[in-house]
C-alpha cells in the first residue's frame, strides 16, 4: 500500500513538472530594445508577470543611443524597439519599412531647466543651451518650444552640444550653459541643486511622439498574430504601471538615491504623462517632419510610420 502510494506521488510530481514545462516552452521569447528608463514601464509589466499572461517571455535590452536601438530592430537583432520618434522617421524617410504602432506619450517629455536668474523664457535672450547632438528629439523639442515663446533658435540662443541628461546636467550645474532640457524624473534632484524649472513642455498645445512602439512592417505582414498579441499585452502593461505604485517605487529605488516620497512625486508625475490609450497619431509625427532637414523628407506622410490598426482589430488578426 505505501509503495502504490510513493509511486502515486512521484507520478503526480511527474506529471506537475512536466505541465510546467511545457507551459514554459509554450512563451514565445521576443526581445526589445530600448534606451535604460524610457521603458521602465515595461520591465516593471515583465517582473509583474503581466507578459507571460499573454504567453511571452521578453528580454528587455538596454542599448546605448536611439540611432542604435532603430539599427537593431532594421538588423533584426529584436522584434520590437521602445524608442522615440525621430530616428524611426528618419529611418522611413530613407525608405524604410518601418511603423510606429503605439505611442507612450505624445507630448515633449521635458522640462525646461535653468540658472536661478533666469525666470521666464524671454530671459533665455542672448543664453546657451545644452542639448545632446543636432537632430536629436531634445534639440527639436528646445527649437519647438522657443519658437513658441516668441523665440528665434537660430538667433536668439545659442545651443551647445553636450551628450545626454546627465551630461546636461553636469554642465548646467557647473555654469558652463545657462538652460537645457531635462527629463522630469531629474526635477527632484534639480531642484536640491538650487537649479530652476522654468517650464513644463508637457504644457504646451503640441502633439509630439516623445516614446513609441516600433516594429518592422514586415513583421506585421508575416506574423500579425504575433503583433497584435503583443500589443494586448504592451497596453496591459502600461495599465499595471499606472495602477501598481507598489511595484513601480520599489523597482525605481534600485536606481536612485532618492527617497521613496521624492519616489512617489516621480511616479504620479511619470503616471500623468503616460496615455492609457497609446494610439498614435498622425499630429504627434508631423511636428517631427518639420524638423527635417530636406525638403523631400519634410514631405513624408506621416501616415506612412503609423499603423494604427491594432487598437481597431481587437482579435489583432
Do not use: C
Not at 173 to 198: K, T
Request: charged fraction near 20%.
Amino acid at each position: 500500500m505505501f509503495r502504490r502510494l510513493r509511486l502515486l506521488v512521484i507520478s503526480m510530481i511527474l506529471v506537475t513538472g512536466g505541465s510546467v514545462h511545457v507551459a514554459a516552452q509554450q512563451l514565445t521569447k521576443i526581445r526589445v530594445a530600448n534606451i535604460g528608463g524610457t521603458s521602465d514601464h515595461m520591465q516593471v509589466a515583465i517582473n509583474g508577470g503581466i507578459y507571460k499572461k499573454h504567453g511571452f517571455d521578453v528580454e528587455n535590452i538596454q542599448v546605448g543611443s536611439s540611432a542604435t536601438v532603430v539599427q537593431s530592430l532594421i538588423a533584426g537583432e529584436v522584434s520590437f524597439a521602445h524608442v522615440g520618434a525621430v530616428p524611426v522617421v528618419a529611418a522611413v524617410a530613407s525608405g524604410i519599412d518601418l511603423k510606429i504602432i503605439a505611442v507612450f506619450m505624445n507630448r515633449f517629455n521635458y522640462v525646461m531647466v535653468t540658472l536661478p536668474n533666469l525666470q521666464k523664457p524671454q530671459d533665455l535672450k542672448g543664453k546657451t543651451l545644452a542639448i545632446s547632438r543636432f537632430g536629436s528629439g531634445d534639440e527639436i523639442a528646445t527649437r519647438e518650444a522657443l519658437r513658441r515663446w516668441g523665440l528665434d533658435p537660430d538667433k536668439d540662443v545659442r545651443m551647445l552640444q553636450v551628450g545626454l541628461t546627465m551630461a546636461r546636467l553636469a554642465a548646467l550645474q557647473g555654469r558652463h550653459v545657462q538652460a537645457s532640457l531635462l527629463s522630469p524624473p531629474q526635477i527632484v534632484e534639480v531642484q536640491r541643486m538650487g537649479l530652476n524649472v522654468m517650464a513644463d513642455l508637457s504644457d504646451l498645445d503640441v502633439e509630439y511622439a516623445h516614446y513609441t512602439l516600433a516594429t518592422k512592417g514586415s513583421l506585421i505582414a508575416e506574423n500579425r498574430p504575433l503583433v497584435g498579441r503583443f500589443m494586448k499585452a504592451y497596453i496591459d502593461g502600461i495599465k499595471f504601471h499606472r495602477s501598481h505604485p507598489e511595484a513601480v517605487i520599489p523597482y525605481l529605488r534600485k536606481f536612485s538615491r532618492q527617497n521613496d516620497a521624492e519616489l512617489k512625486i516621480i511616479y504620479e508625475n511619470l503616471r500623468n504623462r503616460i496615455r492609457e490609450e497609446p494610439v498614435p497619431t498622425p499630429g504627434g509625427l508631423q511636428t517631427i517632419i518639420r524638423s527635417l532637414g530636406a525638403d523631400k523628407e519634410k514631405q513624408l506622410d506621416p501616415t506612412r510610420v503609423i499603423d494604427t490598426s491594432f487598437f481597431s482589430d481587437s482579435t489583432g488578426k
